[in-house]
């Protein structure tokens, strides 16, 4: 059975810094893209960043230069580190994940995790 748990969201101030963790199970992780997909309240979810098993990324224009995607396939975990945070990232930050290839739209992801709630706010 494939499950994705992930952990890190919290309550943060403007401009802080918070790290996101998936960990995965039940699947060959090697395998999976990995993606980062967030949903705002009263908003479509969005794919902000994925990665592939060898470690090919991609940012939506939004979060380029803020947030980084990263992996560790011997831990089979993917990582979001979220800096320079902004009142309008809130949201919840969900773990998604799909065979083979990367995808840049939420649509193409077929496993998600339940989610982690990011507040930002002062």
């Known amino acids: 059975e494939v499950q994705l748990v992930e952990s890190g969201g919290a309550l943060v101030q403007p401009g802080g810094s918070l790290k996101l963790s998936c960990a995965a199970s039940?699947?060959?992780?090697?395998?999976?893209?990995m993606s980062w997909v967030r949903q705002a309240p009263g908003k479509e979810r969005e794919l902000v960043a994925a990665i592939n098993g060898p470690g090919t990324t991609y940012y939506v224009d939004s979060v380029k230069g803020r947030f980084t995607i990263s992996r560790d396939n011997a831990k089979n975990t993917v990582y979001l580190e979220v800096n320079s945070l902004k009142p309008e990232d809130t949201a919840v930050y969900y773990c998604?994940?799909?065979?083979?290839?990367?995808?840049?739209?939420?649509?193409?992801?077929?496993?998600w995790g339940q989610g982690t709630q990011v507040t930002v706010s002062s």
């Open positions: 998604a994940a799909r065979r083979w290839e990367m995808a840049k739209t939420e649509y193409e992801y077929s496993y």
């Open positions: 039940g699947f060959s992780f090697y395998g999976f893209a």
